[in-house]
């Protein structure tokens, strides 16, 4: 089936750091969608991305639709303590359903 | 977007009982998913619920085990039937939402943990 091979897996990092994660894939996609899902709470939409080569921003989180359309990134910049979090990207080709990376686990280091 | 509600948020059970699980959404949508997360991994679609029809399971997952009821646009139920240990984890109802740029939205989850 498909996969979305979503790195880095885990990242630590301190207040005020920009951070940049990204997701790639063998099968090409034609909707990419990034979550964030804090500890106890369903995954919460951030940006979502229709086209390839879309650049979409969402205040501080900026997310981009690959060209091949294979892949796609996620950054934050200036990171801050509620950022905090996992990252999930998400995406789908047509009707099919909707394929899942495995997340990328933020910390922010005090 | 849509707003989606779960009942309960979080149950713990006992081996061999049932526990059905509540998703409400403020809106009229076709689609609806149920999905499962166990502790630290991605998440796993259970099966896709249309409502007037019967829904689809995801390979490994049957309706016997996981009944699911979409009695109209806005409703729908999971039931997690004879349960056991490892069906701990959080159970997320999700909704499709668009036409052409469709996006899934997702509810808060209920956290089931079984003893």
């Known amino acids: 089936g498909q996969q979305l091979n979503q790195s880095p897996q885990s990242m630590f990092i301190q207040e005020g750091e920009d951070v940049s994660m990204n997701c790639t894939s063998s099968?090409?996609?034609?909707?990419w969608l990034w979550y964030k899902q804090d500890p106890g709470e369903g995954p919460v939409l951030l940006i979502a991305l229709y086209k390839a080569g879309e650049l979409t921003s969402n205040g501080r989180l900026t997310a981009q639709f690959g060209i091949t359309r294979k892949d796609s990134f996620l950054n934050i910049s200036a990171s801050i303590p509620s950022d905090v979090g996992i990252y999930f990207c998400a995406a789908h080709f047509g009707n099919e359903k909707l394929t899942f990376g495995t997340g990328t686990r933020l910390t922010i280091i005090p | 977007s849509a707003v989606i509600s779960q009942k309960p948020s979080r149950d713990i059970c006992q081996r061999g009982t049932s526990l059905t699980i509540q998703c409400q959404v403020d809106?009229?949508?076709?689609?609806m998913f149920w999905y499962r997360q166990q502790p630290g991994q991605s998440l796993t679609l259970i099966a896709t619920a249309n409502q007037g029809s019967e829904a689809t399971y995801e390979s490994g997952f049957v309706i016997d085990k996981f009944p699911i009821s979409r009695p109209n646009l806005t409703f729908s139920t999971l039931t997690v039937s004879n349960m056991s240990p490892e069906d701990s984890s959080i159970y997320l109802c999700?909704?499709?939402?668009?036409?052409?740029?469709?996006?899934?939205?997702f509810g808060p989850g209920t956290r089931l943990t079984v003893l």
């Open positions: 809106s009229q949508v076709t689609m």
């Open positions: 099968s090409i996609f034609n909707t």
């Open positions: 999700s909704v499709e939402v668009g036409g052409v740029t469709d996006t899934q939205y």
